[in-house]
């Protein structure tokens, strides 16, 4: 998916490139990438920190954006959310930063979908140079199907679950990246 040339944005702040682009319709008998990969910037100016290289928030700003495209593709838009009141919210994520990426280099970002259930969805990005192929980072994310007026989880509704289940197929074959659901701490060695 690739963000509108002049995409109308809200006041409201933060926004992601494809906000105001409505999810494109479901095609069950099309092929389903796996990974799926719909999502393709480059290292924006506002991106970079004093360090010369992108800044670890803005790491999770491109996951972000990445998951909004995967959110899309499924059928989550605004019309989703105005209509039934309902979205997928992040509760968990784990970033890897791998290497370094600078000012003006293209990215390419994948998704796979790990599990799901009828509130859930795991998925793993994994950023790659766009040229070079270099895994630059990853990010393991755990979402939840929110009613947002409840402020509650619900069940997502059958043709949602029925399209995560067909990626969930896709995807059945890759194998389970190296970073997920590895723990966070010092590692010491035994005397």
Not at 145 to 162: C, K
Request: proline residues 8%; contains cysteine.
């Amino acid at each position: 998916m690739t963000a509108p040339d002049a995409p109308t944005k809200k006041s409201h702040g933060l926004s992601t490139p494809l906000e105001g682009t409505p999810a494109p319709p479901w095609n069950p008998a099309a092929a389903i990438a796996a990974p799926l990969c719909q999502y393709r910037p480059t290292v924006l100016p506002a991106w970079v920190d004093y360090n010369g290289h992108m800044s670890e928030s803005c790491y999770l700003l491109v996951f972000g954006d990445n998951s909004d495209a995967f959110f899309r593709f499924v059928g989550i838009d605004e019309a989703y959310r105005d209509q039934g009141g309902q979205s997928l919210y992040t509760v968990e994520t784990h970033i890897h930063n791998i290497q370094e990426v600078a000012e003006g280099e293209p990215l390419r970002l994948t998704l796979q979908l790990l599990d799901q259930d009828d509130k859930r969805v795991h998925i793993f990005h994994a950023m790659h140079h766009a040229t070079t192929g270099d895994l630059l980072a990853t990010a393991e994310q755990m979402l939840v199907h929110v009613d947002m007026a409840q402020g509650r989880s619900t069940p997502m509704p059958a043709d949602l679950q029925a399209r995560l289940q067909a990626i969930a197929q896709a995807h059945a074959s890759l194998s389970t990246p190296p970073q997920v659901g590895k723990p966070m701490g010092i590692r010491r060695k035994t005397a």
